[in-house]
């Protein structure tokens, strides 16, 4: 693809904020190459979309997106369509074959090549192998274009997991743990806050696990307290913490340093010790309930959110019924649930499974309706109070409304603090009180004034 004007690239990114990240970096580089993004694939010399294909609801996603980018391409300008992510990396040929207007599959490994593969002529599909390791990660000196709002922004801070998890299929997507250097960290973390970012969100497969493939002994606590020094940074955060990496210091930088949210977000998958051993996850009911107990006493005014599988194989009602139990008592601030996926070279795959897709959507269906009652009854005890948030800007909803988070929630998976009048400019701290609420979002109205950046900010639940 060889136009004599600049082209223009259309990248659709699909899956987890970590597959943004990559999708941020692909952008960044076709931009230092010249090439000028568009939000409109309809108006794309070329179009990439960047894929996931962990559980099957995202590979489906992924493929429709293709098959719409591809009608794109027969119908439209778009010369040259190119697939990326996960999906790419699993599925290559695949995908080459059944999808004949793909003119490149690009794995993961090759990120920071996309200009290279929109320049060229011809089909491009190299035979991504199921075995082969995937080693690519960037750092602070790798082109990025943020997608985010300026006020927040995710930093990968490592790739790849080594644990075992029967259901998972990442470690043969996305290579084994490693982290990056801290001083890459802590370089990227300088910039992004010279830019006007004010809260910073970390993110890996195995966040906890941070640093211990480099020697660094607590890695993930020491870095935390070094990026809460970093000037103009007034929130750090992580997701996806593992039980069993979760240590004291890490809920002692929580506790301790204003900056560091107190936020836990630790999927515990299940709590039926057989489905966790079937699982190959660590852990009982009784040693996750002693571990929630452990990181309320440690970090007073915690939010924690946690995730769980219903219907994996062999889950009987019995043990649903342990899970929906342990939910009930545990009391999370945010809770989700899925439906398991039975993916073929997972180590959990059964021929044929027991429990039907219906009886697995209404589980999850129950735990969720379980968890918006014990949400909305955490939120009607903020009512009335004053509580800091960040604003994150106009609601989709409404122009009429202002969307903004407490320290409690996370960027597009929590509830949100929903403001209904009041100064409350994106990008600011703004006191507001809560005037109403509902199991999803929290409604109040900002106060004059904006929060002093060295105030601990109280947690949602708090």
């Given at each position: ?333 945010a809770m989700g649930a899925f439906v398991y996926s039975n993916e073929e070279s997972a180590t959990s795959h059964v021929d044929e499974e027991v429990i039907s897709e219906t009886e697995k959507e209404d589980r999850r269906a129950r735990l969720m309706e379980l968890q918006r009652g014990i949400a909305l009854a955490r939120h009607r005890e903020m009512v009335g109070s004053v509580v ?11 122009e009429l409304l202002t969307a903004g988070r407490t320290e409690g929630q996370a960027p597009d998976v929590d509830a949100r603090v929903l403001i209904v009048d009041g100064d409350a400019p994106a990008g ?35």
């Amino acid at each position: 693809m060889k136009p004599d004007r600049i082209p223009r690239v259309g990248l659709v990114s699909l899956g987890c904020a970590k597959n943004l990240l990559d999708s941020e970096v692909m952008a960044g580089v076709l931009t230092k190459r010249g090439f000028e993004m568009t939000s409109d694939p309809a108006n794309a010399d070329a179009l990439v979309v960047n894929t996931c294909g962990f559980i099957g609801p995202a590979k489906e996603e992924g493929i429709n997106t293709i098959l719409d980018l591809a009608r794109l391409k027969r119908e439209g300008r778009c010369r040259r369509l190119v697939v990326a992510g996960c999906l790419a990396q699993r599925y290559a040929g695949e995908l080459a074959r059944e999808i004949p207007e793909i003119d490149a599959v690009i794995g993961l490994d090759e990120v920071e090549r996309i200009a290279e593969v929109l320049t060229a002529s011809g089909r491009r599909t190299p035979p991504l192998r199921a075995d082969q390791s995937v080693t690519w990660l960037y750092d602070h000196t790798t082109p990025r274009i943020r997608s985010t709002a300026s006020h927040t922004a995710y930093i990968k801070v490592a790739e790849g997991c080594d644990y075992p998890c029967s259901f998972c299929v990442i470690p043969q997507i996305r290579g084994h743990f490693r982290s990056r250097d801290p001083d890459s960290v802590l370089a990227e973390a300088a910039s992004l806050a010279a830019a006007g970012t004010r809260e910073l969100v970390l993110v890996a497969q195995d966040t906890t696990a941070y640093g211990r493939d480099l020697g660094i002994r607590h890695g993930l606590a020491r870095l935390l307290r070094e990026l809460a020094q970093v000037e103009g940074v007034a929130w750090v955060r992580f997701l996806y913490a593992y039980p069993t990496t979760l240590d004291d210091e890490v809920l002692s930088a929580m506790a301790e340093v204003p900056e560091v949210c107190r936020y836990v977000d630790i999927p515990l998958q299940h709590a039926s010790r057989r489905v966790l051993v079937d699982m190959r996850r660590p852990g009982t009911r009784q040693s996750n309930e002693r571990l929630l107990a452990r990181i309320r006493d440690a970090v007073p005014g915690v939010a924690i959110r946690s995730t769980f599988i219903v219907g994996f194989p062999g889950e009987t009602e019995r043990e649903f019924r342990e899970l929906f139990d342990f939910v009930e008592a545990a009391r999370f601030d945010a809770m989700g649930a899925f439906v398991y996926s039975n993916e073929e070279s997972a180590t959990s795959h059964v021929d044929e499974e027991v429990i039907s897709e219906t009886e697995k959507e209404d589980r999850r269906a129950r735990l969720m309706e379980l968890q918006r009652g014990i949400a909305l009854a955490r939120h009607r005890e903020m009512v009335g109070s004053v509580v800091p948030v960040l604003v994150d800007g106009a609601a989709e909803e409404s122009e009429l409304l202002t969307a903004g988070r407490t320290e409690g929630q996370a960027p597009d998976v929590d509830a949100r603090v929903l403001i209904v009048d009041g100064d409350a400019p994106a990008g600011r701290f703004v006191d507001v009180e809560i005037t109403e609420a509902h199991p999803e979002d929290l409604l109040g109205h900002a106060l004059e004034g904006s929060v002093a950046e060295t105030v601990r900010v109280t947690a949602a639940t708090a």
